[in-house]
Every structure is written in C-alpha cells, then in structure tokens.
Nanobody
Framework: QVQLVESGGGLVQAGGSLRLTCAASGSLFSMFATGWYRRAPGKQRELVAEITTGGSISYADAVKGRFTISRDNAENMFYLQMNNLKPEDTAVYYC?????????????WGQGTQVTVSS
C-alpha cells in the first residue's frame, strides 16, 4: 500500500509563505487524484485543493489565488505552495490520495502537518 508523509509545516507570520510536500512510498502514476485537506480547531475538515491525473485542479474559495497545488508523478510527490498566508489558514494539513473517482477506504492519508499563521 502507498503511504503518504507530509512535511513543510510550521509557524509563519501573516503574509508569509510555506510549501507543503507530500511524499508517497509508491507510484502516484495510477492514482486518480491527490490533494490536501485541513482541519482548524473547532471546525470541520475542509478540502483545500485537489489535482487529478488529467490535470484538473480545484481549490477552496478561501484559498483561490493564494495557494497552488502541483504534482510530480516521476518523483512520487505533490505539493501545496501557500502564499499570503492568513491567520485563518491555521490548521493541521493532511495530504491524501484517491485511487478512483470516488473515495475508498483504502485511499492513503498522511499523518498531518501543523501550519500556524500569526497575526
């Protein structure tokens, strides 16, 4: 099974940038979609961004124009570039993969990385 490991979280001031990386233990080539969720304290989990093998990309309205998702199948990694960070972006960020169009119990998830944005 493919395992995912995030890195790149941390503490940053508002207006700053961070780049999250998700490294896969196996090939991403046949994985239909990869992306990022986040969970802020006291809030529900939120889909931040997703990219499919066909190159389709979607973003949450709250991050459009500030975050960029990308994927490197050759390196089995994908990324979330976060610019102009705001305090409301503070959350634990999780990367995930989806083998098919619909979610499945076997879809891999990362362990989460904390992003904290100070005002």
């Amino acid at each position: 099974q493919v395992q995912l490991v995030e890195s790149g979280g941390g503490l940053v001031q508002a207006g700053g940038s961070l780049r999250l990386t998700c490294a896969a233990s196996g090939s991403l080539f046949s994985m239909f979609a990869t992306g990022w969720y986040r969970r802020a304290p006291g809030k529900q989990r939120e889909l931040v961004a997703e990219i499919t093998t066909g190159g389709s990309i979607s973003y949450a309205d709250a991050v459009k124009g500030r975050f960029t998702i990308s994927r490197d199948n050759a390196e089995n990694m994908f990324y979330l570039q976060m610019n102009n960070l705001k305090p409301e972006d503070t959350a634990v960020y999780y990367c995930y993969g989806r083998w098919g169009i619909s979610a499945h119990a076997n879809d891999p998830w990362g362990q989460g990385t904390q992003v904290t944005v100070s005002s």
